[in-house]
């Protein structure tokens, strides 16, 4: 079965450091790929998706992911976090009308 | 737009009880999906619908039924409820299911079952 594994389970940076989420995917034909965000006590919201093409993506709020096919991955960079970026980070794999999610990364950011 | 409610906000069940979280979503969405996240889990799929009059199981389907009566609701319903399904209920709808269709959530319904 297809699976999204996201292996940063809690990341803990001061702001201004750079970050980098890991997720990696077992799918290996035609992969659409997403990063989602949940800000504390709010809904889901879209970062960025990739389907095709530029396999850098860039996202809102200055994020943005790289596909790398050989290696099954869609690693989420930022190269410098707010305080405001203290959030949940899922990544998520479509597979025949539904997405897959990663069991999601916490990131605290202390200013 | 609202784009997608859910209701009730919060809930506490007892063991046994029933009970019927509504999503409603304003956009004309023909997809919508019922997710729940618990800690260290993330979001797993429930049931979803991908058009009125339509459901089909998702990975965690069991203890829970839908109904898609209208295209603009979504239903998810505990016959029964266990302390195993105490989480946070998120809806989702998205305007096709392909494969770069953005899925839009709601704000969760936090459901404990004592």
């Known amino acids: 079965a297809q699976s999204v594994s996201q292996h940063n389970h809690h990341v803990i940076l001061s702001e201004a450091a750079s970050l980098e989420l890991g997720c990696n995917y077992s799918y290996g034909g035609t992969v659409n790929l997403f990063w989602y965000v949940q800000y504390p006590g709010q809904h889901l919201q879209l970062l960025l998706k990739y389907f095709s093409g530029d396999p850098l993506v860039k996202g809102i709020k200055g994020f943005e992911a790289e596909f790398i096919k050989s290696k099954f991955s869609f690693n989420l960079r930022k190269p410098s976090v707010q305080w405001s970026d203290t959030a949940e980070y899922f990544c998520a794999s479509y597979n025949t009308d539904k997405l897959i999610f990663g069991t999601g990364t916490r990131l605290q950011v202390f200013p | 737009n609202a784009g997608v409610t859910q209701t009730p906000k919060f809930r506490v069940l007892k063991t046994g009880q029933s009970m019927t979280l509504l999503c409603a979503q304003d956009m004309n969405h023909e997809y919508m999906y019922w997710y729940r996240q618990d800690p260290g889990m993330g979001l797993r799929l429930i049931h979803y619908?991908?058009?009125?009059?339509?459901?089909a199981k998702g990975e965690v389907p069991d203890g829970y039924n839908v109904s898609r009566l209208k295209k603009q609701n979504f239903l998810l319903g505990l016959e029964s409820a266990a302390p195993s399904q105490t989480s946070v209920y998120f809806c989702?709808?998205?305007?096709?299911?392909?494969?770069?269709?953005?899925?839009?959530f709601g704000p969760g319904t936090r459901l404990t079952v004592t």
């Open positions: 619908s991908v058009g009125e009059g339509t459901t």
């Open positions: 989702a709808s998205s305007y096709y299911a392909g494969g770069t269709a953005e899925q839009y």
